[in-house]
């Protein structure tokens, strides 16, 4: 029986980077760049104001004050995306929006706070501000953003292997890029299996169970960037089973959710090893000892063979989503070109007492939060395999090492975060 670290290993050895594609930048979040991405012209284009105001020559305000203001000529008013065609000279000034191009000749703003425009207002409400009395002084560059002081034309701002979030989607629309090279997601064909199995539109017939794995299996595939395929369910008899699986051919991942135990009727890991290749069977984990792991045969879009590597999960829905995460999620990340595979976690004071009569790994669903400046894990409750209230409750799993008997309340133990961001290093 394989160690938890052996059969990653061997998953991880067997999966490789996929190919680049080009897609719009919307639909790149959470993808690694293909290529670096060069800017073909400065932000902001031109030097505009940071602030609502007037656009001045500093040199006109020296020795300005609240008892001693400069009055200035205002000649125009410019608003963000217009361009003034008049020349801020001496004695002169250009009223003046946030992001508005900044008018030649003048070199500083001056925020409207700063001159008694607003008492001018109320003097004369319906007539236009001609002149405008300024209370202060200012410097050469005050409140003016620089042409390029974002990016510069030909400057690098993203490069290769960038993992894409929201603020890259943003600076690569402020230059225009609105398609991007990327690694491409994998398409991950999810197959159920089991006679007991009822789909979840179907009025539930007396001894089923509704198929939920494929659900919970589907959409953490979607969480961590794949394209889930849901191939639906599949008999416990061979012919089913081998019809089902052909409609995977054309997937990057293949996985399956029960047959792999050693049951009568468990029956995945049997023809992997007769149509495919079996790699290992069983990790010394709990949930998830029953984990299948081969590769089938399968075919390009234009028809060229090709091996798909396959995972067979067991069936009970906790063990199916614990095995996902410890064992699917990195092999999934590393087919996107993702580098940090692994999940972020914390130390945590564990609430309760855990017994490891298995002498293997186990893996229990906590909600661990901050309490008084530490972590704290509490249990989700009940912990078997098939109780996928304890997966549906958790926020992360508690780890126990194999080679420890027992966990007493009040113990540090080592908690994987699920849903923190696992870009992020804690």
């Known amino acids: 029986m394989l160690t938890v670290e052996e059969a990653l290993n061997k998953i991880l050895s067997e999966v490789s980077v996929l190919e680049k594609e080009t897609v719009p930048i919307m639909d790149s979040l959470g993808q690694v760049l293909a290529e670096d991405v060069l800017s073909v012209l400065n932000v902001p284009p031109l030097d505009n104001s940071a602030m609502d105001g007037y656009a001045v020559r500093s040199a006109d305000l020296k020795g300005a004050g609240e008892k001693s203001p400069k009055v200035l000529k205002v000649i125009d008013t410019v608003i963000a995306g217009g361009i003034s065609k008049k020349e801020v000279t001496p004695g002169t000034a250009i009223r003046i929006m946030t992001g508005a191009?900044?008018?030649?000749?003048?070199?500083?703003?001056?925020?409207?706070?700063?001159?008694?425009?607003?008492?001018?207002?109320?003097?004369?409400?319906?007539?236009?501000?001609?002149?405008?009395?300024?209370?202060?002084?200012?410097?050469?560059?005050?409140?003016?953003?620089?042409?390029?002081?974002?990016?510069?034309?030909?400057?690098t701002i993203l490069t290769k292997g960038t993992v894409i979030r929201p603020g890259a989607?943003?600076?690569?629309?402020?230059?225009?890029?609105?398609?991007?090279?990327?690694?491409?997601?994998?398409?991950?064909?999810?197959?159920?299996?089991?006679n007991e199995l009822s789909e979840i539109y179907e009025v539930l017939p007396e001894g089923k169970i509704y198929n939920s794995n494929s659900y919970s299996i589907g959409s953490l595939v979607k969480q961590y960037g794949g394209i889930p395929k849901l191939l639906g369910i599949a008999l416990d008899n061979e012919k089913d089973l081998v019809s089902k699986l052909k409609q995977a051919q054309y997937a990057d991942l293949l996985l399956t959710t029960g047959g792999v135990s050693m049951g009568d009727y468990d029956m995945v890991k049997d023809i992997l090893a007769r149509d495919g290749q079996m790699v290992f069977w069983k990790v010394k984990v709990k949930p998830g000892k029953p984990l299948a792991f081969g590769k089938m045969k399968g075919k390009t879009l234009d028809g060229k063979e090709k091996t798909i590597p396959h995972v067979g999960l067991p069936g009970n829905a906790t063990s199916c989503m614990v095995s996902f995460e410890l064992f699917v999620r990195p092999a999934i990340l590393k087919m996107m070109g993702k580098k940090k595979l692994e999940k972020p976690s914390v130390k945590a004071i564990i609430n309760e007492s855990v017994v490891n009569d298995a002498?293997?790994?186990?893996?229990?669903?906590?909600?661990?939060?901050?309490?008084?400046?530490?972590?704290?894990?509490?249990?989700?409750?009940?912990?078997?395999?098939?109780?996928?209230?304890?997966?549906a409750l958790a926020n992360s799993l508690v780890l126990i090492p194999e080679e420890t008997a027992k966990v007493n309340k009040g113990d540090t133990v080592q908690a994987l975060m699920l849903d923190w961001n696992e870009e992020v290093d804690i």
């Open 101 to 155: 191009p900044i008018p030649k000749g003048a070199d500083s703003v001056i925020p409207f706070e700063s001159t008694d425009e607003e008492k001018r207002k109320k003097e004369a409400p319906d007539k236009p501000i001609l002149q405008v009395g300024i209370f202060e002084a200012t410097k050469s560059g005050e409140h003016i953003r620089k042409a390029g002081e974002d990016v510069k034309r030909g400057a």
């Open 169 to 194: 989607i943003g600076l690569m629309a402020s230059i225009g890029y609105g398609r991007v090279r990327v690694i491409r997601r994998p398409v991950v064909a999810i197959l159920s299996t089991g």
């Open 359 to 391: 002498g293997r790994r186990i893996y229990d669903r906590a909600i661990t939060e901050k309490q008084d400046g530490q972590y704290v894990a509490k249990l989700t409750g009940p912990q078997g395999s098939g109780i996928l209230t304890s997966m």
